[in-house]
T-cell receptor, first 115, second 114 residues
């Protein structure tokens, strides 16, 4: 079965420190992987995606993610956290079955950046 | 473009009443998705359309839920009759054929059924 796991419900980081939000996946074939962010009382916003190519993907707001095929992971990273990065982060993988265009979503990780 | 537009932003209703949520996707996008978000169940895909045709409605929780897309610029999600357990935030998202995985979300409708 295709699935996405975000093992941490919450991640706490001090402002200025590097941050990592973890994501692992289980999918048949080559994965299409995504990160979205949700600020309070807002819809989700696309951050970045991996389809093919360089394992390090750069996205919006200084975020990047590293695709690791052997570990089936796609962790979200940022070198220096800002208080404004505090939000809910979702990892997703495209359902590759047939022509299905659904995204399979992780449960989300709440990121709290403390001043 | 104004982005995905949803209305109403907030809805409070009593159990048994009919609720209709509305969505206008981004112009030119031909995929439209309806999601429900709750603390307990997270983000759930209810149904999605391609070129106004429902492709997968397996996430629709029960027959009380129905969705339509009469044209490329409008979709509705209807709950009849509503129940307290339907209380959630409902999101609409759209994407274009060149980037179906990049979904653009609306601001959501926060529904409270009393």
């Amino acid at each position: 079965a295709q699935s996405v796991a975000q093992p941490e419900d919450q991640v706490n980081v001090a402002e200025g420190n590097p941050l990592t939000v973890k994501c692992t996946y289980s999918v048949s074939g080559n994965p299409y992987l995504f990160w979205y962010v949700q600020y309070p009382n807002r819809g989700l916003q696309f951050l970045l995606k991996y389809i093919t190519g360089d394992n390090l993907v750069k996205g919006s707001y200084g975020f990047e993610a590293e695709f690791n095929k052997s570990q089936t992971s796609f962790h979200l990273k940022k070198p220096s956290a800002l208080v404004s990065d505090s939000a809910l982060y979702f990892c997703a993988v495209r359902d590759m079955r047939g022509s299905n265009y659904q995204l399979i979503w992780g449960a989300g990780t709440k990121l709290i950046i403390k001043p | 473009d104004a982005g995905v537009i949803q209305s109403p932003r907030h809805e409070v209703t009593e159990m048994g009443q009919e609720v209709t949520l509305r969505c206008k996707p981004i112009s030119g996008h031909d995929y439209l998705f309806w999601y429900r978000q709750t603390m307990m169940r997270g983000l759930e895909l209810l149904i999605y359309f391609n070129n106004n045709v429902p492709i997968d409605d397996s996430g629709m929780p029960e027959d009380r839920f129905s969705a339509k897309m009469p044209n490329a610029s409008f979709s509705t999600l209807k709950i009849q009759p509503s129940e307290p357990r339907d209380s959630a935030v409902y999101f609409c998202a759209s994407s274009d054929p060149g980037g179906v995985e990049t979904q653009y979300f609306g601001p959501g409708t926060r529904l409270l059924v009393l």
